[in-house]
């Protein structure tokens, strides 16, 4: 069994949930998909774990770290003593709104460091840069286009996890679609949804002194 636990506190409709459902459909493992915002009792979580055989961790990048639902959920693992979920590896699939993916390393550290601690098997991540904007290309095929690096990437991540393998970390960018074009893109896209949010014209025009 595998669980992919969605740590982003968006839920459903998140990036990393999207991500989730993608490598979903490359595994031919039953798999388990969990909304961690939505849990009530842990206890049920650790029931599943303690006999799963992966955990997929999709999760957003907050302020270069783990989000801290995440972080939570880690120390009540810790708490219940290193090797109790001895069987486990551990993948990860981050996603955050900068474009170089590479920025991940510290949250992906975190995430190695405790598996150290919790004697499980760090097996590897795939991070994916622009992330909002590969969220929201749903409707494009998952190997194609902007799409191909990420697509490539999850096959690689799922080849692994149903190997029960050890994978390098990978970082992956929109294929295709330079970062000068990505911020001219974010640049064009915060006035208006700063608009929308409420703001005037004159406040969003407004410089600091
Ligand atoms: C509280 C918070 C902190 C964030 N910190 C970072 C950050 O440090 N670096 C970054 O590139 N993006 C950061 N982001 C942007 C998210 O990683 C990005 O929007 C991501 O696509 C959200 O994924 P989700 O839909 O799965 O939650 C942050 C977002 C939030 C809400």
Same mark, same amino acid.
């Given at each position: 069994?595998?669980?992919?636990?969605?740590c982003s506190f968006r839920g459903e409709k998140s990036n990393s949930n999207y991500?989730?459902?993608?490598?979903?459909?490359?595994?031919?493992?039953?798999?388990?998909?969990?909304?961690?915002?939505?849990?009530?009792?842990? #206890?049920?979580?650790?029931?599943? $774990?303690?006999?799963?055989?992966?955990?997929?961790? /999709?999760?957003?990048?907050?302020?270069?770290?783990?989000?801290?639902?995440?972080?939570?959920?880690?120390?009540?693992? &810790?708490?219940? *003593?290193? *090797? #109790? &979920? /001895?069987?486990?590896?551990? &993948?990860?699939? #981050?996603?955050?709104?900068?474009?170089?993916?590479?920025?991940?390393?510290?949250?992906?550290?975190i995430v190695k460091n405790w598996c150290e601690r919790m004697g499980l098997t &760090?097996? /590897?991540? $795939?991070?994916? *840069?622009a992330g909002e904007m590969m969220g929201g290309l749903r409707n494009v095929p998952?190997?194609? *286009?902007?799409?191909?690096?990420?697509?490539?990437?999850?096959?690689?991540?799922?080849?692994?996890? #149903?190997?029960?393998?050890?994978?390098?970390?990978?970082?992956?960018?929109?294929?295709?679609?330079?970062?000068?074009?990505?911020?001219?893109?974010?640049?064009?896209?915060?006035?208006?949804?700063?608009?929308?949010? /409420?703001?005037?014209?004159?406040?969003?025009?407004?410089?600091?002194?």
């Amino acid at each position: 069994m595998v669980i992919l636990l969605n740590c982003s506190f968006r839920g459903e409709k998140s990036n990393s949930n999207y991500f989730l459902g993608l490598l979903e459909g490359l595994l031919e493992e039953p798999c388990e998909r969990i909304q961690l915002n939505r849990i009530t009792d842990a #206890s049920v979580l650790e029931e599943k $774990l303690a006999t799963a055989d992966a955990l997929v961790l /999709g999760m957003p990048l907050y302020v270069d770290g783990v989000p801290a639902q995440a972080v939570e959920l880690m120390e009540r693992l &810790y708490a219940d *003593g290193a *090797g #109790s &979920y /001895g069987q486990l590896a551990v &993948y990860v699939v #981050s996603n955050l709104g900068f474009y170089e993916a590479e920025q991940t390393q510290i949250q992906l550290a975190i995430v190695k460091n405790w598996c150290e601690r919790m004697g499980l098997t &760090y097996g /590897g991540a $795939l991070a994916i *840069g622009a992330g909002e904007m590969m969220g929201g290309l749903r409707n494009v095929p998952m190997d194609q *286009g902007p799409n191909k690096a990420m697509g490539e990437g999850l096959k690689k991540l799922a080849s692994h996890i #149903s190997a029960h393998s050890v994978m390098e970390n990978a970082f992956v960018q929109p294929t295709g679609f330079p970062r000068w074009m990505y911020l001219l893109a974010a640049q064009m896209n915060w006035a208006p949804q700063a608009k929308k949010n /409420g703001l005037k014209r004159k406040e969003i025009r407004r410089r600091r002194p």
